[in-house]
């Protein structure tokens, strides 16, 4: 039964990644270039996300969900040094490419040929974040 849920919430994510635009790179390349012909679109999308999910944080305490143990804790909203790395990390990925790892994801069926580079990169930076946040300690 997870298993069928975790086909079902994936494909409705996707869905909504075609939906949003997030697998279109001059959508996202659109919204960081604030300098340029900037493209606010892209901020319902994350006021999508952020909002529904604080909501769910605050909905689920004292909670026991269906198909697990316990819900997931909301992230320690600390801002540290290994924050600060990745999200610096990220944002410089997301900027160059155009996409985040949901819709690269989503987009290997007609990304082509840069889908399948962003992939390699994206998989060997996860590969190697392990080390980095070593040395960070």
Do not use: Y
């Not at 086909?7 to 949003?20: D, E, H, N, Y």
């Not at 605050?58 to 909670?63: A, H, I, L, P, Y």
């Not at 962003?118 to 960070?136: D, E, H, N, V």
């Amino acid at each position: 039964m997870r298993n069928i849920m975790a086909f079902i919430v994936g494909g409705l994510f996707g869905a909504g990644l075609l939906i949003s635009g997030m697998t279109n790179t001059l959508k996202v390349q659109g919204w960081l270039d604030i300098f340029g012909d900037w493209d606010p679109t892209l901020a319902f999308v994350m006021g999508g996300a952020i909002l529904p999910m604080a909501v769910a944080w605050r909905f689920v305490e004292g909670r026991k969900p269906v198909l697990r143990d316990h819900f997931d804790a909301a992230p320690d909203p600390k801002v540290g040094r290994k924050l600060v790395v990745g999200s610096v990390l990220f944002g410089i990925g997301w900027g160059l490419a155009g996409l985040c790892p949901g819709p690269a994801l989503a987009s290997l069926s007609f990304g082509g040929f840069g889908g399948i580079v962003f992939l390699i990169a994206m998989l060997s930076g996860m590969l190697w974040a392990p080390k980095l946040r070593t040395a960070l300690d």
